[in-house]
């Protein structure tokens, strides 16, 4: 099964990006570079938080008997 | 026997006359029987109960064969609902020592339960939980954080239950950027333990980043399977952080123990899962502030740094003219030199005719004619005289 994008790891990102940018140390171009990123990851972050409809899935394989008895009998 | 051996092999030495004393065989029968013995569950008809002043509790057990004298201290007894009666059954755990002033064999007894339906589970429970402890899943030092923004979560609930729609509701309204993976499960009752087992053992691989178990309120005999030893290795061996959510607040089920978090509701468990979603947008537009006042404070050092350039820039440009100036005045200063009114300076004139031509020859000049003599700081007017040749 595929993931959603995960709103900690952009936000984990965007921080990361946040703080690179505000050392000055970093050069104009990487400094240009990451402020793109940061603008991506803040876009699917925002993304992420306008979400409105909860996905539920039902894993019917629990109501099965394809697991033998001893997984839980013992 | 092993420990008659040691009684005699190993005691204290004998007195004076070769004979023990009477502490000394006391207190080496105490040693053996505390060492021999763990603590035990032990069923049997109260008889001879006494409650002493101290609040201590002092009667007997006793079944068809044999009975046993007991103390209950009153910090255990406390916790004891009410006194028993004597001919009442009961299950006691306790440990069997030896009282020394007495020489009397008995057990102190920690606990004391009814053997009425309530008294067997709860027996059953309290061996549970001791089971659990001894395998050290009881250790809160077990207990791992949840996930802050989880992406996926594995519910094991019943689908028809009201808690699966509490923890939706919440979800939803709190977090609804996740995935619900719902593993439907009887919850009590015929194969509600098999089936949680099941469901429990499944989250595994799933890839979820968190799990709830649990059910709303019931019962005690309803919330019963949540108690069960074999439910409660299930939820200790699930790879992600698990929540319990068995019923209200003041049931806490064996799960609950185990879980890495207690929640005393299924809605409880759903507000504790996900974060909130107003404090992650504020989260995220400070973030995005930050974002552009990077950017802000780059372009403010990039135009100090254009400033310095041109600073430069035009200080490199006023050289270059400098330099050019100098050329320059060089350059003028050997064209004045070459000027011919420089000539003129040095008492040379220049004749010309009224037609500005210069008069070079003698054949130019008729007498009688007019022209002009160009010196220094001016023209003169002239007229020749006459014949020198």
């Known amino acids: 099964m595929t993931k959603r994008p995960s709103f900690g790891a952009e936000l984990e990102r965007l921080e990361a990006i946040v703080r690179g940018l505000e050392d000055s140390e970093v050069d104009l171009d990487e400094a240009l570079e990451l402020f793109q990123e940061g603008v991506e990851r803040l876009k699917n972050a925002r993304t992420l938080l306008q979400e409105t409809e ?15 008895d001893d997984d839980v009998d013992d | 026997m092993g420990g008659e051996l040691d009684l ?16 000394q065989v006391t207190s080496r029968a105490r040693q053996l029987i505390d060492a021999g013995f763990h603590p035990l569950w032990i069923k049997g008809e109260v008889t001879g109960f006494k409650q002493y002043r101290s609040g201590h509790w ?43 002033e007495r020489g009397e064999f008995r057990i102190t007894v920690k606990r004391m339960l009814p053997t009425d339906a309530g008294g067997q589970w709860e027996l059953q429970l309290q061996q549970a939980k001791a089971a659990l402890e001894r395998d050290g899943l009881l250790d809160p030092a077990r207990r791992r954080p949840l996930p802050e923004f989880p992406t996926r979560i594995a519910i094991i609930t019943s689908p028809d239950g009201a808690a699966l729609h509490d923890m939706l ?12 993976l719902l593993l439907p499960t009887r919850v009590q009752g015929d194969g509600a333990e098999r089936e949680l ?18 059910r709303g309120g019931g ?3 309803d919330l019963w399977v949540f108690n069960s030893e074999k439910v409660a290795r299930a939820v200790a ?49 400070m973030l995005a502030r930050r974002l552009g006042g990077s950017l802000t404070s780059r372009t403010r050092l990039g135009r100090e740094r254009l400033a310095r350039t041109v600073d430069r820039l035009q200080g490199a440009m006023a050289g270059q003219i400098e330099q050019r100036t100098t050329r320059l005045a060089m350059v003028s200063a050997r064209l004045d030199a070459l000027s011919p009114l ?12 009224d037609k500005g031509e210069v008069l070079k020859s003698t054949k130019s000049f008729t007498p009688g004619s007019d022209f002009r003599l160009t010196v220094t700081d001016g023209d003169v007017r002239a007229r020749v005289a006459g014949e020198d040749t």
């Open chain 2, 8 to 23: 005699f092999s190993s005691g204290p030495p004998s007195s004076s006359d070769g004979a023990w004393t009477v502490a």
């Open chain 2, 197 to 214: 087992c099941r469901a429990l053992k499944l989250v595994n691989d799933l890839s979820a980043d968190v799990a709830i178990v649990g």
């Open chain 2, 237 to 285: 061996a699930v790879e992600v952080p698990i929540i319990s959510a068995v019923g209200h607040e003041e049931d806490v089920a064996l799960t609950d123990l185990v879980a890495d978090l207690r929640a005393p509701t299924p809605s409880a468990a759903a507000e504790a899962v996900v974060p909130d979603r107003g404090e992650a947008i504020r989260v995220v537009d």
């Open chain 2, 342 to 353: 420089k000539v003129l300076e040095r008492g040379f004139a220049v004749a010309r005719n």
């Open chain 1, 54 to 68: 909860l996905t539920v899935k039902k894993v019917v394989k629990a109501a099965d008997a394809d697991l033998p």
């Open chain 2, 58 to 100: 002092y009667f007997s057990l006793r079944d068809a064969e044999a009975q046993v004298r007991c103390v209950m201290w009153r910090t255990d007894n406390r916790r004891v609902s009410q006194p028993p009666e004597d001919g009442l059954q009961v299950f006691v755990e306790g440990r069997p020592t030896v009282w020394e």
């Open chain 2, 169 to 180: 509701t919440v979800i939803g309204r709190r977090w609804p950027a996740v995935e619900v």
């Open chain 2, 219 to 221: 019962s005690r005999e």
